[in-house]
């Protein structure tokens, strides 16, 4: 159990909300950053998360990941809500901005530091690139715990203030080490904010792109660190183009209004994505709704697509990194 009595009395409220709401049926979000307009790849895992909350009866919550000011470009939530509906993924509810959601990320930082799980790390980001050992996959850092013993102030030194780490417990050293959870530069890191979400939220399951799995052993650790009930997570394979290389926001380009100049409808571009996973033959031409029927009767292809389960997945990481 975590250490439920000593949660301020609002947090703990809103944990239990988000366990019952999680018992109550299936809760899936998409959670893009409005750092750019959509390309294929985060269109496709779109159709697929929507698909699976729609296939289990379930909700889907649309949620934009800006906390990240400086990265966000004015437009872009518009954009990603357009190309949503014109593809015919309806979500449920309001849709939620991490933005507004900073007093809630800063309250659960303040209580685990309380708690006496986090610690002031001034390691340097190029320090932390020559000391920490080699990640699981390309461009994750294990953070070797160079501070977390030191216990260095929380204020400024040399005109700097120092991040914010999590004692992550032993099982998480060797996958993703002490996880940052609010940057030098004050602003919440994404571990963190995306992590209470997820809980307090209710979602019991995300889908999201492969090129998150590196993100799945830290965000794992902020789980338990605030609550141990399950959340399930699943990945959708990366989109490549026709070089076999992955999408980046930057491809602009590679979007909806690529798609559209060259006179391609919904029903086509549904047809395009899905094809591409094999849940319709190449070159079908049907709605989301449609898709959706078809795949009422055969769901284990949605399934195959989102490939095993989380904890399968950590057991991968766990022994590509011994
Ligand atoms: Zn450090």
New binding site residues.
Partial sequence: MHSSSRFPEHLLKQLEEGQNLRKQGYRGRYAPSPTGSLHLGNLRTALVSWLRARLCQGVWLLRIDDLDMPRNRSGAVESIQNDLLWLGLNWDGPVIYQRQRRGLYSSVLSYLRRQGKLY????SRR??AETSRPGVADRQII?P????N?N?PWGVQDQRL??W?LRVNKEFSTTCG?VLLRRADGYVAYHLATVVDELMLGISEVVRGADLINALSSQLAVKDALDKSPVNYKHVPIFCDSQGRKLAKRDGSKGLDMLKDKGMDASKVVGLLAGGLGLVPLGSQLSAVELFGELTNNTDLIDRVLGPSSSLVELAINQKSS
């Fill in positions: 002031a790390c001034r390691c320090l932390l953070y715990g160079t501070c977390r030191l260095l120092p991040s780490r002490d």
